[in-house]
């Protein structure tokens, strides 16, 4: 795994790397190149001058050897450009750390000002909206109530009591519409990226909650 804090070293190993591959695969290539090469002088110098080589296999085999031969060099361009990508997104991510991010998910965790911060999307407007904090053992601690709430993406805080653990809080959000039909609620957990890291090509976050989370998962930015 590659992470930024080290992303000097990192690259400097990536790129030696990348070279020796390079270097083995085009050395591999050319000498099985030249071992055709040589093969193909010496059928023709030892043909029977009156049962000579078809010229159409020659020509066939000549056309194999330069197929493998690119396919070689564009597996070699495709290493490479799969490297410096996965560099570029590391240089991206840099920037997100100290951030807010949002993504599904129905944890809740406690900042540094004591609350807690989370959000659910609505597939449909709500007459009503009863979010219910449970702890770690699923237990109702609090339920917070909204109401006349539009679609789409909605955020809520809660402040745990004195004495309050607030080890594995959870939350639960049931929605409402105007005809008493049951609105699809998906929650939303948020988290601070404390670092990024790339791994097989993937970046990803590293969230003071949640540990490693692939940036793919993530909805927003903040």
Do not use: C
Request: charged residues 10%; negative net charge.
């Amino acid at each position: 795994m590659t992470t930024v804090t080290n992303n000097t070293a990192t690259s400097s190993t990536s790129s030696t790397s990348s070279s020796t591959t390079s270097t083995t695969g085009a050395n591999s290539m050319t000498e099985a190149s030249d071992r055709f090469l040589k093969l193909l002088v010496t059928q023709m110098q030892n043909q029977d001058p009156l049962n000579p080589a078809d010229n159409s296999q020659i020509t066939s085999q000549m056309a194999q050897i330069n197929t493998v031969t690119g396919i070689d060099k564009l597996n070699t361009t495709m290493t490479s450009f799969s490297t410096n990508m996965t560099q570029m997104q590391m240089l991206q991510g840099a920037s997100l750390v100290g951030h807010q991010v949002v993504m599904n998910g129905n944890q809740l965790f406690v900042g540094s000002d004591g609350k807690t911060s989370a959000g659910y999307n609505l597939a449909g407007a709500a007459t009503t909206v009863q979010i219910d904090i449970l702890d770690a053992a699923g237990n109702k601690l609090d339920t917070i109530s909204q109401s006349g709430v539009a679609a789409g993406d909605q955020g809520f805080q809660w402040t745990p009591p004195s004495g309050t653990s607030t080890n594995g809080l959870t939350f639960k959000v049931t929605a409402t519409g105007g005809n008493g039909k049951a609105i699809t609620a998906t929650p939303l957990m948020s988290d601070l990226v404390d670092a990024v890291s790339a791994s097989n090509g993937t970046l990803n976050l590293e969230l003071r909650n949640a540990g490693t989370t692939a940036y793919s998962k993530i909805k927003s930015v903040s």
